[in-house]
């Protein structure tokens, strides 16, 4: 259900200035937006899309695959509770400084209800040609082509620029992940491998890492079972250790997590190591 | 937010966890004294944010009066891994049967808590994972159940513990659980967590990090308040001479690389991503209060920041500042258009396209100037 390019989408938070603002870009890119949930607010629309007081009145009215959460960060916890009870079997979390432990919790629960997780701190997901869930410029069209290309990513920013990379390479892209840069998020770089793996649109993979955590490591003994082929670049090799970069997740403490870690397990598990964005591009040419 | 070792052990002693006998010391005057309390002989243990303390010669032994205040004018004055030591943590010396490696931590692959033991403790533990990987065992946390003393039973029997230490290590690891959630802390660590020949069981160590988001760095509000302008612009100084200002922390620090490839060095880590891309002026007003820059990159990937609103910030602070220091700029995204003209008419200066581009000119204006400037 990850990759399935017409889900149909419960946006938590709505009446808030910034949901607005992507409520619009995406409902004009051809999401399926099937309702708001804003509490005390119900009975009212955003631009014909009704709104409704709680996720389970708006689950009694309409089919929801994904529920996209415009929440405040200490709210994140009620509100991925709420979905989660609600039967949403997707949730996507892009809100930025959630309490870790709050996270833990949340993903715990989810698990044991089926429910994948994307974010906190993801930028989201944009299936080019179908749908955007997220706050990524999906409508530009130097950066968002439909395609071959599956990317995954920890960076918003940093995913804009590799997907433009790709399309400047003449290729597409058939599905964008965002999975977040928080230090704990629901959905892993190698669960999203899994599925791109599997996915038979899919002919190449762009994997966007940075430095902290074991997420790339846990990746790269995947990669050297799949198929496909992967084009990594790690962001944060010239960054201090000990000093978060903006991201909560990217920090190293120690030796592991270090980008050159990083880089030399993908490589010595059959991905190609993209130095700059650039090489991106070229790499993905002789490639695929 | 990383705690002082004297911060993580008070902490420690609120929840009954046995610590050295010691006390916090900030001058050397005041050594002997401290010490004489204690009981000679004592351990003089600098206090600083960083690790490798005891590689850089950050913990001392003292005797009498006059080591410990020779010691002590040594370790004020030092600078461990980039942090500088404000104090000095007087401690007994004790005597040590065992070491023992415990923290409780997030696995981020796992996406749950972990708690970590080695019986080869005081080592690093990526040092213990190499010479001694077999002594390392894992106990993973559903955190809506919780680490509990049974959990800690299994896990210390494991390790090859039994009868009265066993029990006492047990209660203090569910007591560290306990400290790990009420504080909403990242890590948790003991290293070296010490058996003495008398069977105490002591933190000997305690490295404490709290989760900035979380409830319990507010116990601890004056380091927070302390917070200066430039941490909520998200900067970081570095050692470097190209000042960096992009917008999105992966692009940031990504455009830090991408000048480090083609041979230049970054000054700084500093991000206008999200709801900051407003704030461009504020950012590199203060930037430019650097007077080490030779150079500054300024690369943007507009999505919901706009490039334009972002340039006529960066407008506005060159105004307002006489330098001739080269800007290089990468524009791409939402907004585009206008943020090229805006440079075009305004600094007589073409955008670039691609930040490899960008980063090569950069380089190159920042030596030139930096040459010039000799």
Redesign the interface.
């Known amino acids: 259900m990850l990759l399935s390019k017409n889900k149909k989408v419960l946006v938590q938070g709505i009446t808030g200035k ?1 949901a607005q ?2 409520v619009e870009k995406m409902n004009d890119y051809g999401t399926d937006i099937q309702a708001g949930v804003a509490p005390g607010k119900g009975g009212q629309s955003i631009l014909g899309i009704p709104v409704y007081d709680s996720v389970k009145e708006a689950v009694e009215q309409h089919d929801i695959d994904t529920t996209l959460m415009f929440v405040a ?1 200490s709210l994140v916890e009620t509100a991925t509770m709420e979905a989660i009870d609600g039967g949403i079997k997707e949730i996507v979390i892009l809100a ?6 709050d996270i ?2 949340m ?3 989810g ?2 209800n089926g429910v994948r997780i994307i974010g906190p701190n993801t ?1 989201g997901l944009v299936y080019p040609g179908f749908s955007s869930i997220g ?3 999906s409508w ?1 069209p ?2 968002f082509q439909p395609g071959e290309i599956g990317v995954v ?9 590799a997907s ?1 990379q790709v399309v400047q390479a003449g290729f597409g892209i058939s599905h964008f992940i965002g999975i977040g ?1 928080d ?4 959905t ?1 770089t ?1 669960e999203v491998l899994e599925e791109f793996e599997r996915n038979d649109d899919i002919k190449g993979v762009v994997l ?1 890492g ?2 902290g ?3 790339e ?2 990746a790269a003994r995947f990669v050297k079972t799949m198929s496909k082929p992967v084009v990594a ?1 790690i ?6 250790i ?2 978060s ?6 920090i190293v ?4 997590g270090s ?1 050159e870690s990083k880089q030399k397990i993908l490589a010595d598990n059959g991905a190609h190591i993209a ?4 090489e991106i591009g070229k790499l993905l040419k002789i490639l695929v | 937010m ?1 705690l002082f070792e004297y911060q993580a052990k008070a902490i420690f002693a609120k929840y009954g966890i046995d610590i050295p006998n010691g006390q916090l010391v900030d001058s050397h005057d005041s050594i002997g004294d401290s010490a004489k309390k204690i009981g000679y002989p004592v351990v003089l243990k600098a206090q600083a944010l ?2 490798g303390r005891g590689k850089a010669g950050g913990i001392r032994f003292a005797k009498d009066d006059m080591e410990a205040e020779g010691n002590a004018g040594i370790l004020l004055g030092m600078n461990i ?1 980039g942090a500088a030591v404000s104090s000095i943590l007087v401690e007994e010396k004790v005597d040590i049967e065992k070491e023992i490696y415990f923290s409780i931590t ?1 696995d ?2 796992a ?3 972990v708690v970590i033991v080695s019986a080869e403790g005081g080592m ?3 040092e213990i994972a190499k010479s001694e990987p077999d002594s390392i065992l894992k106990e993973w946390i ?3 159940h919780g680490f509990h003393s049974y959990h800690a039973i299994d896990l210390f029997k494991r390790a090859g513990f039994t009868g009265d230490t066993l029990r006492k290590l047990s209660q203090l690891a569910a007591t560290l659980y306990k400290i790990f ?1 009420e504080y ?1 802390a ?2 948790v660590e003991i290293n070296p967590l010490v058996i003495t020949r008398n069977g105490r069981v002591l933190a000997v160590d305690g490295k404490v ?1 709290l ?5 319990g760095v507010k116990e601890f509000q004056i380091q927070i308040d302390a917070v200066r302008d430039e941490d909520l612009m ?1 900067y ?1 100084p ?1 050692e470097g001479d190209v000042g960096i200002l ?9 455009t ?6 083609y041979g230049g060095n ?1 000054a700084n ?1 500093m ?1 206008i ?2 709801e900051l891309y407003k704030k461009s002026e504020e950012a590199l007003d203060f930037l430019l209060t650097r007077k080490d820059l030779n150079g500054v990159l300024v690369n943007l ?4 920041a706009r490039t334009d609103v972002i340039i006529e910030g960066i407008l506005r602070s060159l105004e307002k500042h006489d330098t001739d220091i080269p800007f290089v700029f990468r524009v ?3 907004g585009e258009e206008r943020a090229r003209k805006l440079l075009m008419e305004n600094l007589n200066v073409e955008a670039h396209d ?3 581009e960008a ?1 090569k000119e950069i380089v190159m204006k920042a030596e030139d100037y930096r040459k010039r400037r000799v």
């Open positions: 910034e603002y992507w960060p930025d400084g959630v309490p870790v432990h833990m919790r993903l715990s629960y698990a044991k930028p706050i990524m410029p530009l130097h950066v990513s920890r960076s918003g920013s940093l995913g804009n620029e433009y840069g230090l704990l998020v629901g892993t190698v966007i940075e430095l955590g074991n997420m490591e846990q670049l962001a944060g090799k010239s960054s201090p000990g000093v970069m903006g991201h909560a997740g990217a403490e120690g030796t592991e980008v130095n700059t964005p650039m | 990383r960083a690790g891994n997030m981020r692959a996406k749950r808590p690093d533990i990526e559903d955190p809506t959630s909403e990242e890590l990090i989760d900035e988001n979380g409830k998200r970081v570095l992009a917008n999105g922390a992966g692009l940031t620090m990504m830090m690389d991408v000048v480090a490839h970054p880590f991000e991503g999200g990937f507009g999505a919901y791409r995204g939402t691609e930040l490899d980063a």
